[in-house]
């Protein structure tokens, strides 16, 4: 644990918890061929292509619609503090990220994505920076090189462990982080101090 995050946990406890003990992970909406629309009359579904690489953050462009009549559940449209996440894709770089929704939004997510819904004892935008963090990174490192599949499954998300120190600290780590990535995806060197103080603010050592 870093000098910096000690400093700021003052000798408060940091349980770790699996993510879902402390989360709901939701999968996305399946559809066929025939239930895309192609006058943009229906459903909107974001996919995977609609989160950026850089900024992990929502892009509109290339929004697919699915006609009215296709199946779909209220759980799978997007809330306010959801965390939308890349569940599978082609290329390995673009699974496992993620984008966080301010606000309610008429938007489905599609089958090869998830959504994180986080219960009250976490933050959502906490949950959200320890997604983008080295933690979960190396936790989908291992469990995809262990499989010829680009794919996370529901299992995998509930199995994640992830720190979990009190609620005031969260916050205070959720400011910091929050600060630094303003404009980050316009300023390359936010964008790194970003990183680097992420990886100091989320380094909580050891599980227990």
């Given at each position: 644990?870093?000098?910096?995050?000690?400093?700021?946990?003052?000798?408060?406890?940091?349980?770790?918890?699996?993510?879902?003990?402390?989360?709901?992970?939701?999968?996305?909406?399946?559809?066929?061929?025939?239930?895309?629309?192609?006058?943009?009359?229906?459903?909107?579904?974001?996919?995977?292509?609609?989160?950026?690489?850089?900024?992990?953050?929502?892009?509109?462009?290339?929004?697919?619609?699915?006609?009215?009549?296709?199946?779909?559940?209220?759980?799978?449209?997007?809330?306010?503090?959801?965390?939308?996440?890349?569940?599978?894709?082609?290329?390995?770089?673009?699974?496992?990220?993620?984008?966080?929704?301010?606000?309610?939004?008429?938007?489905?997510?599609?089958?090869?994505?998830?959504?994180?819904?986080?219960?009250?004892?976490?933050?959502?935008?906490?949950?959200?920076?320890?997604?983008?963090?080295?933690?979960?990174?190396?936790?989908?490192?291992?469990?995809?090189?262990?499989?010829?599949?680009?794919?996370?499954?529901?299992?995998?998300?509930?199995?994640?462990?992830?720190?979990?120190?009190?609620?005031?600290?969260?916050?205070?780590i959720v400011e910091i982080l929050?600060?630094?990535?303003t404009h980050t995806a316009e300023?390359?060197?936010?964008?790194?101090?970003?990183?680097?103080?992420r990886e100091k603010l989320l380094?909580?050592?050891?599980?227990?």
């Amino acid at each position: 644990m870093t000098e910096f995050l000690q400093k700021l946990l003052n000798g408060q406890k940091v349980e770790w918890k699996k993510l879902g003990e402390v989360c709901e992970y939701v999968k996305g909406l399946t559809y066929s061929r025939a239930d895309e629309s192609a006058n943009q009359d229906g459903y909107k579904v974001l996919r995977a292509n609609n989160i950026t690489l850089s900024g992990n953050i929502i892009n509109f462009n290339d929004i697919k619609y699915v006609n009215f009549n296709t199946k779909v559940k209220d759980s799978q449209k997007l809330y306010k503090d959801d965390i939308l996440i890349s569940a599978a894709s082609g290329s390995r770089e673009h699974v496992g990220k993620v984008a966080f929704i301010y606000d309610d939004i008429d938007y489905y997510f599609g089958g090869f994505m998830g959504v994180v819904r986080c219960h009250k004892e976490i933050m959502p935008r906490f949950v959200f920076h320890v997604l983008t963090g080295s933690i979960f990174q190396e936790y989908l490192n291992e469990m995809l090189n262990s499989s010829t599949i680009n794919n996370i499954n529901s299992s995998m998300m509930h199995d994640f462990q992830l720190p979990l120190p009190p609620l005031h600290i969260q916050k205070e780590i959720v400011e910091i982080l929050d600060t630094l990535t303003t404009h980050t995806a316009e300023l390359t060197a936010r964008k790194k101090q970003y990183e680097y103080y992420r990886e100091k603010l989320l380094t909580f050592g050891a599980k227990s």
